[in-house]
DNA sequence: TAAAAATCAATCAAAAACATTAAAAAACTA
DNA sequence: TAGTTTTTTAATGTTTTTGATTGATTTTTA
């Protein structure tokens, strides 16, 4: 029997079982219990399989949750100075939009004791939001279980009911040429409508998204303005031919 | 069986039973005390579960997280078993609305597996979920702080573009003349909403919740199927005349 | 409160599973 | 085909897991 085929059928009986016994695989196989072994080191290897003592188990969503982690603190510290930054911006009787994602999530702490309301669609910020006594609306919609981010048709149809003095909107990419991009269309299209409805716009990135571009194109770099942790002084000319820009680091 | 197969089935036991005797967990997996007292331990230090004397518990930090769960602890045994009931009501391929509470929030533990689309106001449902791979929309809207309730004219909006198979509310009146009541009237609007666009309304409430009534009606008896822990003979003839009942505790 | 029952941690030997190695078989190449 | 590499198997000693047993501790019962 082929390797390849071997690792198929090991990983189908896994996917259906959650967990298999080694000597069930080596039935299913008929192969050796060292045979066996290998594939199951090479495959854990290869991230396709956790092996356990006496077989192998499927490996789930924890990866997603540290991902999550891991993500938020990668880049902290410059991701707080822009937040902080950023709301420095909002003024007594705004009504703005804070879109999910790490870095508007560091602005709540700054916006304690002003007199706004805020509609977010990040189920992450609210608990931080009511902490804060700030009244909050929340988008509806499909919930994306990385993000707690709400999408799609609903959160849609809830965002065109309002419109914003401010928006403050994460971005994965930053491009002379693309614009604003972020990975998920689906986020794309909230955040558009979000920039849309709002009399200003706002983009929060740190400086490792600078001439970057991802899939989704949220908008032009005229129709916001980029607040960024730094940029060198040839950059900072480039883009300051097509757009405001807020340097946070001077 | 495998260490990992077993441990699976301890926390899948755990998440539903919230405890579970150290000899159901023998019987559960075949294997010897010893060994079981060897998992509960590893899992312990893993801060999967809590050990307690004769088995083990779920995790304090959950029932923290709902602050507003642990002070209900009043009728929560009661609650738990009138969940259970009202989910063995759920079908494959059914969507359903699932109120903000916590009896309904009982509920989404024994909804694991089911195939079923589920929309909810209550901002604290959704990590349940999302943990149980459940399907997930959030309705949008005003948030009251005490519940994580999502409210007012953003939710009723957000819920108008939906219908559903059965819907899940719960009530803390019911009375023979004033039907279903709750105190909120935000509230009540919500719920009687989401009874209109459902097939079949299921309301949930404990025994300490009959014939008495609050401020804002959320619907008459009729128009709902109500799901109680116990009720004497007496009252149940004269509910049973205006409304379907089903009764757990037989 | 004291005795009885249940549950517990600690220990140990048997069994199962393990990594490692070397030899055999298969696949490939010149 | 002969030589080389890759893959598989079998054998080795080591490590991990397991269930039974012990006496200590906790909980329940009377």
């Known amino acids: 029997m082929l390797t390849a085929e071997r690792h198929r059928i090991i990983l189908e009986l896994l996917a259906e079982k959650e967990v298999v016994k080694l000597q069930e695989l080596v039935e299913a196989t008929h192969s050796s ?18 092996r356990v003592h006496g077989g192998a188990a499927l490996l789930h969503q924890k990866r997603e949750e540290l991902s999550v982690l891991e993500k938020s603190t990668k880049n902290m510290k410059e991701k707080k100075m822009i937040a902080e930054y950023a709301a420095s911006f909002v003024q007594d009787g705004d009504c703005i939009y804070l879109d999910a994602g790490t870095t508007t999530f560091e602005m709540i702490a700054h916006l304690r004791g002003k007199d706004i309301v805020v509609v977010t669609n990040g189920i992450m910020h609210v608990d931080a939001l009511l902490e804060h006594e700030i009244p909050t609306y929340l988008l509806g919609g499909f919930i994306k279980k990385k993000t707690k981010a709400l999408l799609g048709r609903g959160a849609l149809n809830a965002l065109e009911s309002y419109s914003f003095d401010k928006c403050f909107i994460g971005a994965n990419g930053i491009h002379l040429d693309y614009g604003y991009t972020t990975p998920d269309p689906e986020e794309a299209m909230v955040k558009r409508l979000a920039m849309k409805l709002s009399q200003h716009a706002y983009i929060l990135a740190d400086h490792s998204k600078l001439n970057e571009s991802t899939f989704a194109k949220i908008a032009d770099l005229e129709e ?16 300051e031919a097509k757009t405001a820009i807020e340097v946070v680091k001077r």
Chains 1, 2 share one sequence.
């Not at 916001?224 to 883009?239: G, H, M, P, R």
């Open 33 to 50: 219990e060292s045979t066996i072994r290998r594939d199951l080191t090479q495959l854990e290897k290869e991230k396709k399989l956790r």
């Open 224 to 239: 916001a303005t980029l607040i960024v942790d730094e940029l060198d002084e040839e950059l900072l000319e480039l883009y």
